[in-house]
């Protein structure tokens, strides 16, 4: 039971550090109405650079979605959907328990079970891959 308390701190901590990292770039970029639109910024319009800095976060636009790194080292890794969600997946949840300053270091089959206990908080919009609900 342990370890599925573990992981279950570790996913809200993902969570909650895509709320900091969607507020700080907010407050850096105005016109940023969701995290979303960074590959935008990037792509269309190449108002920013793919990569950078944002407030206490470096920055690295890839394929479909940015990951943040924070001045900690703790690494969010996240992709958008086609509608501007953010999802993540197990790896990236490991990922991320794996930089913080104290590592933690669970199974995908207790991220797994953590992520969909957390449910209406997130949506599993496919296996193995979460989406913080609206």
């Known amino acids: 039971m342990e370890r ?3 992981a279950r701190e570790l996913v809200l901590g993902y969570v909650q550090a895509l709320n900091a990292i969607g507020e ?6 105005p ?3 969701r995290p979303a639109d ?3 910024l990037v792509r269309s319009r190449r108002i920013i650079s793919r990569s950078g800095r944002v407030g206490t976060y470096c920055y690295t636009v890839h394929g479909a979605g940015c990951r943040f790194i924070s001045d900690d080292g703790t690494e969010v890794d996240v992709d958008f959907t086609a509608d501007g969600s953010e999802a ?6 490991r990922l991320y328990g794996l930089s913080l300053p104290e590592a933690v270091d669970v199974t995908d089959e207790d991220l797994r079970s953590a992520a969909r206990s957390l449910q209406p908080l997130l949506t599993e919009v496919r296996p ?5 609900a609206d």
């Open 4 to 6: 599925v308390a573990a």
């Open 24 to 29: 700080a770039m907010r407050a850096a970029i």
């Open 31 to 33: 016109s940023l109405e």
């Open 38 to 40: 960074v590959l935008d």
């Open 88 to 93: 993540f997946d197990l790896w990236r949840l």
């Open 128 to 132: 193995g891959w979460f989406s913080v």
